[in-house]
């Protein structure tokens, strides 16, 4: 890849790769979250589904923020995951961390094939191809309900204990922790990528892709490389809600999760990673709210949320999250 | 064998007068609307209460649910989707999924979430022999009706002032405008009839296509590829597009049911990698 700041440590360049700062918001924000471990004992099935939600977001946000590709089967790799690490821990090796490696392993290949076919046309065919991606793995799941469990689910997935020390309890205790864990370390794996030279080269296609390109930013393999990375990110998403429920089923490839985190994430706000973290938790407490006024209609419900939300204008409602941050606080660079 | 193929046709055909409608929204506004199928499922249950509950006879049922839903679509345009044209895609996309989540879940609640059926006045329910080939009646019924929509479409298209207006909007809406046509206005009554027909289609297609809450979502891919693969320029092409992926289907499921809709999903990316703008397409004005 073409950019600049990798070959040449310019110092006009320097500034580019320089990390911002880790600000003092953001400290807040991931110790509310361990916090909540210990302030909430009693929600961490809730907590841990919304520490997956976040991670699932955003891995959508590095492309769909930071590359500029509208994915509608954003879940094929989410549910790749699942069932690689539910298969994995049931099959050959319990141990959960291994198994997170394989399944992210696993999407990210997937997600290396596939890649080539979203560098290609319109947003359209981007919309059809990758909804298309992930109806197929759909149907193969279906259809191999030999290994899959089909419709039924895989049942029967035994996790063993994390770092062969605590075990996984029903109450979602050790499962919080572990997906906050790996939500952590990934999300600021992200970050670095998102502030490096390459970052800024994904941002420069996404703003303007010809002009991308006549300054030497190889526009394919950018879009390839993040797009891969990306579906790594969706894999472990699913791996953790694999090994934290013990269960994968053909939901995990389902319409409703590509769409529903399209939504997370813009409710967050697309293109700033913490979109999909705050996105998440709006989104999973806005979930279990309107579940409980509708448990059977909850859906349409999510969808008028979704009409007003582009009614209004998702960039008013985004700018208004972060207007409720202190000025010195707000700042574009905030990751 | 043949009979495959005249199933094949019957249900292409009815895959275009569902689908048309949002060929024209793609290619007029560049909007990509995934909530088309919600006015399909909006004729098809007009007509399962018209005529299973009110008496209304079948037939008459018919253009009922092309003028209801046509009306639905020409409230719904200038309120609802207009203020979105030149929004990006991903508004549209979200918006759109919206909707069909609304739909899916208002007639979920309004008529439960079991399969609904529409019953067939006696002379469409047989079957009888052409030359050895098996027919369904009401196959043949459906090939007529669409046959004749796309005929008479074809010609509103090319021989009519409306139609070269709506030519033009879509080879360039600016220059359009500027020669004096109004594009909103065109697009309106496009908008409504597209709508219309998916309601029409919709209501011919309960019985084959099977109607329930989820119909929007089910159908919502078969719509897109007969818009991706027949490109949004012509009207031939979207038809070439549903006739194959409607014998494509049919075959399909004949020959290797285990695949499901596998194949047609294989097929549509191999294609839209091959010729990102339909297969059919002719390069746009733009």
């Given at each position: 890849m073409g950019t600049p700041g990798e070959r040449s440590p310019d110092a006009s360049l320097a500034g580019f790769a320089r990390q911002p700062r880790v600000r003092a918001w953001e400290v807040a924000l991931w110790t509310a979250a361990l916090a909540a471990w210990f302030l909430l004992p009693r929600q961490s099935a809730l907590l841990n589904e919304i520490a997956i939600l976040a991670l699932f977001a955003v891995s959508l946000d590095l492309i769909l923020g930071y590359g500029g590709i509208v994915s509608l089967g954003h879940a094929a790799f989410f549910g790749t995951g699942a069932y690689?690490?539910?298969?994995?821990?049931?099959?050959?090796?319990?141990?959960?961390?291994?198994?997170?490696?394989?399944?992210?392993?696993?999407?990210?290949?997937?997600?290396?094939?596939?890649?080539?076919?979203?560098?290609?046309?319109?947003?359209?065919?981007?919309?059809?191809?990758?909804?298309?991606?992930?109806?197929?793995?759909?149907?193969?799941?279906?259809?191999?309900?030999?290994?899959?469990?089909?419709?039924?689910?895989?049942?029967?997935?035994?996790?063993?204990?994390?770092?062969?020390?605590?075990?996984?309890?029903?109450?979602?205790?050790?499962?919080?922790?572990?997906?906050?864990?790996?939500?952590?370390?990934?999300?600021?794996?992200?970050?670095?990528?998102?502030?490096?030279?390459?970052?800024?080269?994904?941002?420069?296609?996404?703003?303007?892709?010809?002009?991308?390109?006549?300054?030497?930013?190889?526009?394919?393999?950018?879009?390839?490389?993040?797009?891969?990375?990306?579906?790594?990110?969706?894999?472990?998403?699913?791996?953790?809600?694999?090994?934290?429920?013990?269960?994968?089923?053909?939901?995990?490839?389902?319409?409703?999760?590509?769409?529903?985190?399209?939504?997370?994430?813009?409710?967050?706000?697309?293109?700033?990673?913490?979109?999909?973290?705050?996105?998440?938790?709006?989104?999973?407490?806005?979930?279990?709210?309107?579940?409980?006024?509708?448990?059977?209609?909850?859906?349409?419900?999510?969808?008028?949320?979704?009409?007003v939300f582009v009614l209004v204008g998702r960039d008013r409602l985004a700018r208004g999250f972060r207007a409720l941050l202190p000025a010195r606080w707000r700042g574009e660079d905030a990751a | 064998m043949l009979t495959i193929l005249f199933d094949g046709i019957a249900y292409g055909m009815l895959l275009f007068v569902l689908a048309v409608g949002l060929a024209v929204t793609l290619g007029l506004m560049n909007f990509v609307n995934l909530a088309h199928g919600a006015f399909a499922m909006a004729g098809g249950y007009l007509t399962a209460v018209l005529s299973n509950k009110l008496g209304v006879p079948f037939l008459a049922s018919l253009p009922l649910a092309f003028v209801f839903v046509a009306a639905l679509g020409a409230v719904l345009e200038p309120t609802l989707y207009r203020p979105l044209y030149r929004r990006p895609h991903l508004d549209q996309v979200l918006f759109s999924i919206g909707l069909v989540f609304i739909a899916v879940a208002g007639v979920d609640y309004a008529f439960g979430a079991q399969q609904q059926f529409v019953r067939l006045p006696a002379f469409l329910r047989g079957r009888f022999e052409i030359a050895g080939v098996g027919v369904g009646a009401y196959r043949l019924f459906i090939i007529a009706i669409c046959g004749v929509l796309t005929l008479v479409l074809q010609a509103v298209l090319t021989r009519?002032?409306?139609?070269?207006?709506?030519?033009?909007?879509?080879?360039?809406?600016?220059?359009?405008?500027?020669?004096?046509?109004?594009?909103?206005?065109?697009?309106?009554?496009?908008?409504?009839?597209?709508?219309?027909?998916?309601?029409?289609?919709?209501?011919?297609?309960?019985?084959?296509?099977?109607?329930?809450?989820?119909?929007?979502?089910?159908?919502?891919?078969?719509?897109?590829?007969?818009?991706?693969?027949?490109?949004?320029?012509?009207?031939?092409?979207?038809?070439?597009?549903?006739?194959?992926?409607?014998?494509?289907?049919?075959?399909?499921?004949?020959?290797?049911?285990?695949?499901?809709?596998?194949?047609?999903?294989?097929?549509?990316?191999?294609?839209?990698?091959?010729?990102?703008?339909?297969?059919?397409?002719?390069?746009?004005?733009?």
């Amino acid at each position: 890849m073409g950019t600049p700041g990798e070959r040449s440590p310019d110092a006009s360049l320097a500034g580019f790769a320089r990390q911002p700062r880790v600000r003092a918001w953001e400290v807040a924000l991931w110790t509310a979250a361990l916090a909540a471990w210990f302030l909430l004992p009693r929600q961490s099935a809730l907590l841990n589904e919304i520490a997956i939600l976040a991670l699932f977001a955003v891995s959508l946000d590095l492309i769909l923020g930071y590359g500029g590709i509208v994915s509608l089967g954003h879940a094929a790799f989410f549910g790749t995951g699942a069932y690689v690490a539910a298969l994995f821990a049931k099959h050959l090796l319990p141990d959960p961390l291994v198994g997170l490696v394989v399944a992210i392993a696993a999407a990210a290949l997937l997600g290396a094939i596939t890649s080539v076919l979203v560098l290609r046309g319109t947003d359209l065919t981007r919309l059809m191809v990758t909804l298309g991606v992930a109806l197929i793995l759909y149907e193969l799941a279906n259809r191999f309900d030999n290994i899959t469990g089909g419709a039924d689910g895989l049942r029967g997935v035994v996790m063993g204990p994390l770092l062969g020390l605590f075990a996984f309890d029903l109450g979602g205790r050790v499962a919080y922790l572990y997906s906050l864990s790996v939500l952590l370390v990934l999300f600021f794996v992200a970050r670095r990528i998102v502030h490096s030279p390459f970052g800024y080269g994904l941002k420069a296609i996404r703003d303007n892709a010809r002009r991308a390109t006549a300054i030497g930013i190889g526009q394919n393999a950018q879009l390839a490389i993040v797009y891969t990375i990306s579906t790594a990110y969706a894999g472990a998403a699913g791996a953790l809600l694999a090994q934290t429920t013990g269960f994968a089923s053909l939901d995990g490839y389902d319409f409703h999760r590509s769409a529903d985190v399209l939504l997370v994430l813009v409710i967050g706000g697309v293109g700033w990673l913490y979109g999909g973290v705050i996105g998440a938790v709006v989104f999973t407490l806005l979930r279990d709210v309107l579940s409980t006024i509708t448990p059977q209609y909850w859906q349409g419900l999510i969808g008028l949320v979704f009409v007003v939300f582009v009614l209004v204008g998702r960039d008013r409602l985004a700018r208004g999250f972060r207007a409720l941050l202190p000025a010195r606080w707000r700042g574009e660079d905030a990751a | 064998m043949l009979t495959i193929l005249f199933d094949g046709i019957a249900y292409g055909m009815l895959l275009f007068v569902l689908a048309v409608g949002l060929a024209v929204t793609l290619g007029l506004m560049n909007f990509v609307n995934l909530a088309h199928g919600a006015f399909a499922m909006a004729g098809g249950y007009l007509t399962a209460v018209l005529s299973n509950k009110l008496g209304v006879p079948f037939l008459a049922s018919l253009p009922l649910a092309f003028v209801f839903v046509a009306a639905l679509g020409a409230v719904l345009e200038p309120t609802l989707y207009r203020p979105l044209y030149r929004r990006p895609h991903l508004d549209q996309v979200l918006f759109s999924i919206g909707l069909v989540f609304i739909a899916v879940a208002g007639v979920d609640y309004a008529f439960g979430a079991q399969q609904q059926f529409v019953r067939l006045p006696a002379f469409l329910r047989g079957r009888f022999e052409i030359a050895g080939v098996g027919v369904g009646a009401y196959r043949l019924f459906i090939i007529a009706i669409c046959g004749v929509l796309t005929l008479v479409l074809q010609a509103v298209l090319t021989r009519t002032r409306f139609g070269s207006r709506l030519r033009a909007a879509v080879d360039d809406s600016r220059v359009a405008s500027g020669l004096g046509i109004d594009v909103n206005k065109v697009f309106l009554g496009t908008f409504a009839v597209g709508s219309g027909l998916a309601g029409l289609g919709g209501a011919l297609g309960a019985e084959i296509l099977g109607l329930d809450p989820t119909f929007p979502l089910k159908f919502m891919i078969y719509f897109l590829v007969v818009v991706a693969v027949g490109g949004t320029t012509t009207i031939t092409g979207p038809l070439l597009a549903s006739l194959l992926l409607g014998i494509a289907d049919v075959a399909g499921k004949y020959y290797v049911p285990k695949l499901g809709a596998f194949i047609i999903y294989c097929v549509m990316i191999v294609v839209l990698m091959i010729r990102p703008q339909g297969l059919f397409a002719r390069p746009a004005g733009r």
